[in-house]
């Protein structure tokens, strides 16, 4: 039987996708829509996160994919990439000013939480970052004055 799924897509990783689904289609206030492992539009590259929460909904993004103004979290689901997406894609989303970057880390069972995007243009990076595990809550600032709160068991398979 041939495996059809890469290393970024163990089924540990797929399950947290189907667990952070529900939990983000339960928490977003309304003018915030969740995108799974769909694109988003930056300066230098449109990478597909494996979540991003972004403002409107899906008729706001028929004609185009969400940008970086557009958006308030993105999220990496990561075991076997996880120095890409702490390193690379933190540079990029950074870069981009996406505001906060977290990662499902399934490795050492925590949600890594990267705020302040600055440095250098060509290197880019976030300037905070916070770990949570366990029965830890994370507050997610939304740009437009929301706030929500997800626990880190929410996340994680």
């Not at 952070?20 to 230098?44: H, K």
């Amino acid at each position: 039987m041939a495996t059809w799924y890469t290393t970024s897509r163990t089924p540990a990783h797929d399950a947290a996708i189907q667990k952070g689904t529900r939990t983000w289609l339960r928490l977003l206030p309304p003018g915030w829509d969740l995108r799974v492992q769909s694109a988003i539009t930056l300066t230098d590259s449109e990478p597909e996160p494996d979540f991003a929460i972004v403002r409107g909904d899906e008729r706001a993004y028929l004609t185009r994919h969400p940008a970086a103004a557009d958006v308030g979290l993105v999220i990496e689901v990561s075991d076997s990439t996880l120095l890409a997406d702490r390193d690379d894609k933190g540079r990029i989303y950074a870069r981009a000013a996406i505001p906060c970057y977290w990662i499902v880390n399934l490795l050492d069972r925590q949600v890594e939480v990267y705020t302040i995007p600055g440095g250098p243009a060509s290197t880019g990076g976030y300037s905070q970052r916070a770990d949570y595990r366990g029965r830890d809550r994370m507050d997610l600032p939304l740009g437009d004055g929301t706030s929500i709160q997800v626990a880190v068991a929410d996340l994680l398979p």
